[in-house]
């Protein structure tokens, strides 16, 4: 069907008349101009895409008329231009592709057609750990061990590699997702298909929101939306509300990106931004770095947005050059950028677009600052931590307070590490890792953090030995740049060494802590500490054994307390005598981050790694599956599938499994980290004749759904209002017995009985993750009922046809008087409408009416088949 906005495509350069672009100015319309740029992207794609179909001209319409719609709950199709996955969301997504293939084949249809059509990159960073560190040789060590355990999963995805087209695979060892996208993947502007067209991007991975800093509209889905996408499908979504975030001032010297990212993330979950975009602007803007503003918008799904989005502007080009892009293409995206309208200068406010509401920030007033002690919103002036954590101390069991008694407050025990006594109380630091993406893409607090611990070392400063450091950086080139500019000796003389490159102790790979240090923290009760220069601190997040976790930038991590020590002389050294200036910073970041290195590292980053060069994988195009694996399996959700659609059927008695509060996480749901040994997952493992050295994490195990169904709700600070304490498990009403999660769950179904959950605000919170969808509905979990939903775990449920109800406004499981020991009949009428109440019946009697959270009619669709990927598989066949 032909693109009815053709006649305003033409050439950019009129000596290529080949090379054309759809003038959006040629549209002749005024609103336009007073568009918010993000929504400019969403514009060109539809206008672009145009098919009549899938996507139709009236869609193009209203988000034109986005001032007036985004109040409306209109649904609008998207079409980005690419698909980015790490691996631990990646394994399962390609594990679909190859089960979907089979199913396909066994419907009658051509499995090849299973196939992505939309670019898609796979970066491995989330299989290696802190196994290894101190040492000269942790590295090699790490990576080793990183190949030995997950050997399986790598020949995997490299079979999918050469069996799928339009799928690259960065190997392991390359650097973070993110980073790794900010610096070499990133187009900006695509010139394909003899069209040039604005770079956007969705993964598979919460934080893939960190490219919006140079301008390229991204962030995350499901893993499940995500493989629609690759499979041609475009993105339905509500056209949202843009909050127009101004920033003015200029930061203090002492204030790094870190501090500035800390104070928009309290301040826009305070403003509610949760499903809108936040588009920055304001003169402020020039103050910032691309990595800064990578910084800021990574921490995107902290606040709650979208997408947190920085237009291009002079920065980004300059950006472009500094990471060695090619100079002809960087012009051909400023001249396509500026001919279409979305090129910015902060500096000239005529250019500001409406926004649906404008809130702002003086950089003069961030000051240096940490988050925590569990959640990345609770942001701690550095000068009010110490009074912050004896407060969390004695504070009511919460996410500021950890209930311990006063008469126990000065609790210390003593321990010995390698043949020397030391001491453990409440509040000591046993990990300090300079890890993620979210600071480890940034020069400034790498460099500031190298020139501080050169400072340390000279001042006569160490770190204590038992505590676990450690430094991964987010690519080769940040190693490349502190090695040149010579801080790197400093920094592993305090004890942090390169460790890896990947996400590491940000996603909980933080290794085991040194066994006389875990045994002092479990004798003691005691509330140990992590800092890290990471985004996520949830508990149970970073290790089991640190119950406060602070995120602070890279120069904190190294130098966390006041008085840091004293030096030879007896003198105390404070913060203030080692803390680099920003001025300091900049000229080193100048004279030794440049585009040499960046060509250098990322030429070969494809073939570098020796170890992926000799994995030796399949060629077959259909995957040939070892029944003996524990990593990589064939998921069942498949198996029952047929081309006739079913009637969607009321939930009847359903028993509740879970009784949750507020702000689960999907670490909470499912647990990226190390299997515990008396888990359901461990004890399946074991039957299996692994020992609990092989076990390695739930994340390297998301090809196997044996081990994640039993690895849901496994968290062991998962908390569950039937328990009233923390503990994986939950009560099987019909016994009255307290039973591992899964256990109970399985019991439920032997008999046949449906089972829903109970939560508050905020399910679902955190990583973007499927498995967060798909082990609930393996444990046989037919609906969820909370007060809210994270974004990206709502399109989850969805995609797996669990069933997101909401409370009614003004109400909650308090409020309708529900415990969660009552039986729940949900009515689902013959006719769906997006956002319908229906009603929910309890066997008391009672009767309530919740609101359903399939958004849009593409998602009941989806409901309709029993999920996305049956979808999919349907209209392949067909």
């Known amino acids: 069907m032909s693109n009815p906005f053709e006649k305003i495509a033409e050439p950019l350069n009129p000596s290529q008349p080949s090379k ?34 899938l996507v139709k001209k009236e869609d193009a319409e209203n988000i034109l008329n986005w001032n007036k719609m985004q109040h409306e709950n209109v649904e609008v199709p998207f079409r980005p231009a690419r698909v980015i996955l790490q691996d631990f969301t990646g394994v399962p997504a390609v594990v679909d592709f190859a089960a979907m ?158 501090d500035i990212v800390l104070t928009v993330t309290k301040h826009l979950r305070q403003v509610g931004v949760v499903s809108k975009f936040v588009e920055f602007f304001g003169p402020g803007v020039t103050r910032l770095s691309i990595a800064d503003r990578a910084t800021i918008a990574n921490m995107c799904p902290e606040y709650g947005a979208t997408a947190a989005f920085f237009p291009v502007d002079e920065v980004s080009i300059n950006y472009l050059t500094q990471t060695g ?38 950089l003069q007033t961030v000051v240096p600052s940490c988050s925590g002690p569990k959640r990345p919103q609770d942001k701690v002036a550095v000068s009010e931590m110490k009074k912050d954590f004896e407060t969390c101390l004695g504070a009511k069991q919460g996410f500021k307070g950890f209930q311990i008694a006063p008469e126990h407050h000065s609790n210390h025990v003593k321990f010995v590490y390698n043949e020397r006594e030391f001491e453990l109380g409440h509040g000591s630091i046993v990990i300090a ?8 893409s940034n020069p400034s607090v790498m460099l500031g953090a190298g020139l501080l611990a050169k400072k340390a070392v000279e001042a006569g400063l160490t770190v204590k030995p038992y505590i676990k450091t450690s430094l991964s950086p987010g690519s ?43 045994e002092a923290i479990t004798q003691g009760d005691l509330v140990a500490v992590g800092v890290l220069s990471g985004n996520r601190n949830f508990e149970g997040r970073v290790h089991p054994n640190t119950r406060a976790n602070y995120l602070a930038s890279p120069p904190l991590v190294i130098a966390y307390k006041e008085p840091l020590g004293i030096n030879v002389e007896g003198k105390k050294i404070f913060l ?127 090809g196997n759904d044996d081990v994640m169904a039993r690895g849901t709700f496994a968290n062991i600070r998962l908390l569950n209002k039937f328990l009233n304490k923390q503990a994986p498990q939950t009560i099987h009403f019909p ?64 995609g797996m046809g669990v069933i997101p109800l909401q409370y009614l406004p003004g109400e909650d499981a308090e409020t309708l008087g529900l415990t969660g020991q009552e039986r729940y009949t949900i009515i689902m009428p013959e006719e769906l409408t997006p956002r319908m109440n229906v009603q929910v019946k309890l066997d008391t009697g009672k009767i309530f009416q919740a609101t359903m959270r399939f958004d849009t009619d593409v998602e009941l669709t989806y409901f309709h088949n029993g999920g996305v990927l049956n979808y999919m598989i349907r209209k392949m066949v067909s």
């Open 735 to 798: 016994s009255g017995e307290t039973l591992d999660v899964f256990d109970a769950s399985e019991r439920y179904q032997q008999t046949e009985q449906p089972l829903i959950v109970l939560a508050g605000k905020e399910y679902g919170a955190g990583s973007s993750r499927d498995w967060a969808a798909k082990g609930p509905f393996l444990l046989g979990i037919k609906a969820v009922l909370a007060e809210g939903y994270e974004r990206i775990h709502r399109s989850n449920l969805v």
């Open 325 to 362: 892009r090619d100079e002809e293409k960087i012009k051909h995206i400023k001249k396509y950028l500026e001919a279409v309208g979305m090129f910015r200068d902060f500096t000239n406010s005529s250019q500001d677009p409406n926004f649906t509401q404008v809130v702002e920030l003086d």
């Open 433 to 440: 890792a300079i890890t993620s993406c979210t600071n480890t």
């Open 576 to 702: 203030k005598d080692i803390w680099p200036m920003r001025d300091e910073i900049q000229a080193v970041e100048h004279q030794f981050v440049i585009p040499g290195m960046f060509k250098e590292v990322y030429q070969k980053i494809e073939t570098v790694n020796e170890s992926w060069n000799a994995l030796d994988a399949p060629k077959d195009k259909l995957y040939t599956w070892n029944p003996k694996s524990t990593y990589i399996k064939s998921p069942p959700f498949f198996d029952n599938l047929t081309l006739e659609l079913q009637p969607p059927k009321s939930i009847l008695d359903a028993y509740v499994l879970l009784n949750l509060g507020d702000s689960v996480t999907t670490d909470h749901i499912s647990p990226a980290g190390n299997i515990a040994r008396n888990s359901p997952a461990a004890r399946y493992l074991t039957n299996r004749g692994l020992t609990p050295r092989e076990f390695n994490s739930y994340g390297s195990r998301r």
């Open 476 to 518: 080769g080139v940040v190693t490349y740049y502190l090695r040149e500019s010579g801080v790197m000796p400093y920094l592993t003389q305090l004890g942090f060494d390169v460790v890896g490159y990947g996400c590491m102790t940000c996603i909980g790979n933080s290794g085991p802590l040194p066994d006389s240090v875990v």
């Open 20 to 53: 054309k672009f759809f003038n959006l100015n040629k549209l002749g319309d005024p609103r336009y101009a007073r568009l918010p740029f993000s929504i400019r992207v969403l514009l060109e794609a539809a206008v672009r895409n145009c098919d009549n179909f």
């Open 101 to 258: 293939r089979d199913a396909v084949k066994k419907l009658g249809g051509d499995p090849e057609k299973i196939n992505p059509v939309c670019p898609a990159d796979l970066v491995i960073d989330n299989s290696i750990q802190v196994d290894f560190n101190r040492r000269s040789d942790s590295l090699q060590k790490n990576q080793e061990l990183e190949f030995e355990r997950n050997k399986e999963r790598f020949e995997f995805l490299k079979w999918g590699s050469q069996a799928f087209e339009n799928m690259r695979i960065i190997p392991p060892g390359s650097g973070i997702i993110h980073q790794v996208n900010l610096e070499y993947l990133a187009r900006v502007v695509f010139d394909q298909d003899g069209y040039y067209y604005p770079d956007s991007v969705v993964g598979t991975d919460s934080h893939t929101t960190m490219i919006d800093g140079l301008g390229v509209l991204g962030w995350g889905v499901g893993g499940i939306e995500a493989e629609a996408v690759m499979l041609g499908q475009p993105i339905s979504m509500v056209l949202p509300e843009v909050v127009g975030y101004k920033l003015i001032g200029n930061p203090q010297p002492l204030v790094t990106s870190t």
